[in-house]
Structure formats: C-alpha cells, structure tokens
C-alpha cells in the first residue's frame, strides 16, 4: 500500500507540507555552500522576474574566452508561495501554497533536479540523491498550520540553540530578515490579535516558538514527518 503522502492529492490554492530526505538518509548538505546553492535555487524558482539578477556564464573555446547569458531557468512566481522552511543536514521541510493545480509538482521536479545536478557534480557521485519522490501533506485545518510552522522553525533544534542563525525561515518570522520570495504573512496573520484564540495565551509568533509548551510534533502525528 503506497504512503499517504506519495499519493499527492492535487487542488489549486492548496496549502502543502512537503519534505524529502537523502538517499539512505544521508546528509544532503555538507558545507554552507550547499545549503546557500539550495536556497538560491528556491531564490531563482520563487523571485519576481523583475527582481532577479541576469546569470551570465563564462566558457571557452579554442583558448578565447566569452562570457555570455546563462541559460534560464524556471520560476514560479505568482503561482507558488513559499510559506517557510528549514533545511536539515539530511532533509528539507517547505510550506507552500500552490495557484494552480499541478504546479507544486513541476515546482519540486525543478528544485530537486537541479541541487541533484551540483550536488553530484561538486562530489563527483552519480545516481540518485533524494529518497525517492518528495513527501506532500495537504493541510487543511488551521491548529493543524499552525503547529506544523512550528515544527518546521523548531527543527534545526536538534544541532543549534541560536534558531535565528538556523537555515529556515524563522527569522523572517519575528523580523530580522525580509526577504521578497518568502511569505510569512498568511501565517503571521493569527497573531495581529493579542492572543491567538487557537493557542490562548500565546501573544506572539516568537513566543509561539521560543515559550510554547506543548510539543507540536506530537500533535502533528509524528509520522507524517518519518515516512
């Protein structure tokens, strides 16, 4: 019987907890740079058009060198939203909410396609370095949101205790950051009130994150996210 979450239920305006894993589960980010190269292809994939920088790429031929424009790549914008994420040294976690039906899966295709690419080339690898087809939970209740954002902050817990510093999303939560692909307001938008009558005394996303008691892994179901 196939998971759950590889038979993807598709609709448009849906709200997605998608995630993968290496192969194995070995760590698909070694370095800094790996993790900066993943993020500058969620950069390339999810930025206004208007605001990306043209690639320009050197090559050779005959010993003369030309510098010429690199060849685009896809982007989303306007049709996926990147709500959060945090990037693990083995696996990834993304929040997204898709404008059309199909395009989470042309989305995730284009993504994981291209780290493979640098990955293998950068460690002289070959063959497959994802765990299969990503995982997709479509999330339809509010609680249910709510908790998973904060799953997804809390995360990088397990190897650091400065979350801001962590690879995710988090400090575009709570305003250390601003960054024009990333759209923390669908979420950030619970909390305009003084309480959140959902989570009662909770009065901000960071005391959300940083003072909540109850672990939301657990309520989550813990096995969405090992399957």
């Given at each position: 019987m196939p998971s759950r979450n590889i038979r993807k239920t598709y609709i448009k305006g849906g709200i997605y907890h998608v995630y993968n894993r290496g192969v194995e589960k070995r760590n698909i980010f070694l370095d800094d740079q790996d993790?900066?190269?993943f993020l500058?292809?969620?950069?390339?994939?999810?930025a206004p058009p208007s605001l990306r920088k043209k690639g320009k790429k050197t090559f050779k031929i005959k010993s003369t060198v030309f510098r010429g424009i690199?060849?685009?790549v896809k982007n989303f914008s306007g049709r996926i939203e990147l709500l959060a994420y945090c990037l693990m040294p083995n696996h990834?976690?993304?929040l997204i909410r898709q404008k059309d039906e199909r395009t989470m899966k042309e989305f995730m295709q284009s993504i994981?396609?291209?780290?493979?690419?640098?990955?293998n080339k950068k460690r002289k690898?070959?063959?497959s370095l994802f765990q299969g087809i990503y995982k997709a939970v479509l999330v339809t209740e509010e609680p249910y949101l709510l908790h998973l954002s904060r799953y997804i902050h809390t995360n990088p817990e397990e190897y650091t205790?400065?979350?801001?510093?962590?690879?995710?999303s988090y400090g575009e939560y709570i305003g250390r950051r601003t960054t024009d692909w990333i759209k923390p307001d669908v979420i950030l938008a619970f909390f305009k009130k003084t309480t959140v009558p959902l989570l009662h005394s909770v009065t901000s996303y960071k005391n959300f994150i940083e003072e909540y008691k109850t672990d939301s892994a657990s309520l989550l179901g813990r096995m969405t996210l090992e399957e």
């Open positions: 993790y900066h190269v500058g292809y969620l950069r390339d994939a999810l690199a060849r685009p990834f976690h993304l994981a396609t291209r780290y493979s690419m640098y990955f690898r070959v063959g205790a400065n979350l801001v510093e962590a690879y995710s």
